[in-house]
């Protein structure tokens, strides 16, 4: 039972242009979602989150936006750089000491 | 400061033979967790700890998976009677407290193949 998917495992993009990841997610009680990057042989890296109180959260060129109703929330990176090339999961939690579920991951290439 | 830290970065065993995976968490993080990254999909919980105790150990596939935290800080995962299905790359985290909104910190993982 896959409660957060990310239906898209790669996206390539050109350098300045915007890049849109998308995740979805089937349990309604989630209440905080995040976004992690990771880079081959590293751990993950927390991103950007936002609460199930909000529908957008900003942080310099990322902002993640959240539809409740349809269950679905996803992150624009603007300008995009070669920089954030990386794979990127999304990440449900129901406020239970912080146990996140995760999406499988989408690989972002962006191009020069 | 120091990041989370995991060792050994790589393990390779045996089918059958028993495995120890170790993690140091940032210094006064509170909160432990274990996840399994298989390949091409994202980390999976296993269990978390608040303190000394398994606040929840869900996630744990079944009874060859052990974790323990005994002093509140370093945290060892144990794996007996290793099979090939259990080949992934074991990540650990850690957060000032155990609470959704907490940022997690994650180690490099430890990569663990059974051959």
């Known amino acids: 039972d896959q409660q957060v998917k990310q239906n898209s495992p790669s996206l390539s993009v050109q350098e300045g242009r915007i890049s849109i990841l998308n995740c979805d997610y089937t349990?309604?009680?989630?209440?905080?979602f995040l976004w992690y990057k990771k880079y081959p042989a590293e751990g993950p890296t927390f991103l950007i989150s936002?609460?199930?109180?909000?529908d957008k959260n900003e942080d310099g060129r990322f902002t993640v936006f959240l539809n409740k109703s349809a269950k679905h929330l996803s992150l624009h990176i603007v300008p995009s750089q070669p920089g954030d090339s990386a794979v990127y999961f999304c990440?449900?939690?129901?406020?239970?000491?912080?146990?996140?579920?995760f999406g499988q991951g989408t690989e972002l290439s962006v191009k020069p | 400061g120091a990041g989370v830290s995991q060792t050994p970065s790589n393990k390779v065993t045996e089918k059958g033979k028993y495995v120890e995976l170790r993690c140091d968490p940032i210094?006064?993080?509170?909160?432990l967790y274990w996840y399994r990254q298989s390949l091409g999909q994202g980390p999976e919980f296993l269990i978390y700890?608040?303190?000394?105790?398994?606040?929840?150990d869900s996630g744990l596939p079944n009874d060859r998976f052990f974790a323990v935290r005994p002093e509140g800080s370093v945290s060892t995962l144990k794996i007996q009677r290793t099979e090939r299905g259990d080949s992934a790359v074991y990540l650990c985290?850690?957060?000032?407290?155990?609470?959704?909104?907490?940022?997690?910190?994650f180690g490099p993982g430890t990569r663990l193949t059974v051959l």
């Open positions: 990440a449900a939690s129901r406020n239970q000491g912080g146990k996140l579920i």
């Open positions: 985290a850690s957060s000032l407290i155990p609470a959704s909104q907490d940022t997690q910190y």
């Open positions: 936002i609460s199930s109180i909000k």
């Open positions: 349990n309604s009680m989630f209440d905080y």
């Open positions: 210094s006064g993080h509170t909160a």
């Open positions: 700890f608040q303190g000394t105790g398994a606040a929840d």
